[in-house]
């Protein structure tokens, strides 16, 4: 069982950057891929992106393409979603979860608490 937990969220100002890490605990990430979502108020919750822990490719949301930066250290076992260029619609609770991959939330078993990032315009 992986146990993962959030953090680096926060407030931010429009053009911001802020870089959220995922840090996972129990066995490793090495037979899942990470992925990165995020809910706003009154939203269904919606992918941001993922990385296949192995091979490393990193895949985008269009609405993040350009702007987020995916990555892992394996050795830290540890997930990062860099965010630059921070827009007031990217204000949202954000997870990190485990699972098989895909944009889907139904194909990811095991989720962080959450990490709050709100940007102010």
């Known amino acids: 069982q992986v146990q993962l937990v959030e953090s680096g969220g926060g407030l931010v100002q429009a053009g911001g950057s802020l870089r959220l890490s995922c840090a996972a605990s129990?066995?490793?990430?090495?037979?899942?891929?990470m992925a990165w979502f995020r809910q706003a108020p009154g939203k269904e919750r919606e992918n941001v992106g993922l990385?296949?822990?192995?091979?490393?490719?990193?895949r985008y949301a269009d609405s993040v393409q350009g702007r987020f930066t995916i990555s892992r250290d394996i050795a830290k076992n540890t997930g990062y979603l860099q965010m630059n260029d921070l827009k007031p619609e990217d204000t949202a609770l954000y997870y990190c979860?485990?699972?098989?991959?895909?944009?889907?939330?139904?194909?990811?078993?095991?989720w962080g608490q959450g990490t709050q990032v709100t940007v102010s315009s």
């Open positions: 979860a485990a699972g098989m991959g895909g944009p889907y939330t139904t194909t990811y078993d095991t």
């Open positions: 129990g066995r490793t990430f090495s037979r899942y891929a």
């Open positions: 990385i296949s822990w192995i091979g490393g490719v990193p």
